[in-house]
């Protein structure tokens, strides 16, 4: 069993910061990627950013330049710090993982979702 924790969500002015945790835990043979998505209500899903285990990272337009996602040297928590947040950001946030785990006698990756952290901008 695997399990992906977010904390760090809340509320903050516009132009504020936020930093979010995930945390991996569970039968965990490696990390390839973790990354995080928000949805906003009434939107889909969408992706923010994600970082490869070799360290690679990609992130969503809209917050190049204001987020910056990392991962802790054992590669089992990742962070996303947002500066500059705007009242846009505003939505719920989940972290993703793809993990690899031992299943019928492989090693295979299977994708994993966090419950969400809320993030509000607001004044």
């Known amino acids: 069993q695997v399990q992906l924790v977010e904390s760090g969500g809340g509320l903050v002015q516009p132009g504020g910061s936020l930093r979010l945790s995930c945390v991996a835990s569970?039968?965990?043979?490696?990390?390839?990627?973790m990354g995080w998505y928000r949805q906003a209500p009434g939107k889909q899903r969408e992706l923010v950013a994600f970082i490869r285990s070799e360290g690679n990272t990609n992130y969503a337009d809209s917050v190049k330049g204001r987020f910056t996602i990392s991962r802790d040297v054992a590669g089992s928590t990742a962070y996303l710090q947002m500066n500059s947040l705007k009242p846009e950001d505003t939505a719920i946030y989940y972290c993703?993982?793809?993990?690899?785990?031992?299943?019928?006698?492989?090693?295979?990756?299977?994708?994993?979702w966090g419950q969400g952290t809320q993030v509000t901008v607001s004044s």
């Open positions: 569970g039968s965990i043979f490696g990390i390839n990627r």
């Open positions: 993703n993982a793809e993990v690899r785990i031992y299943q019928a006698m492989r090693i295979i990756p299977e994708d994993y």
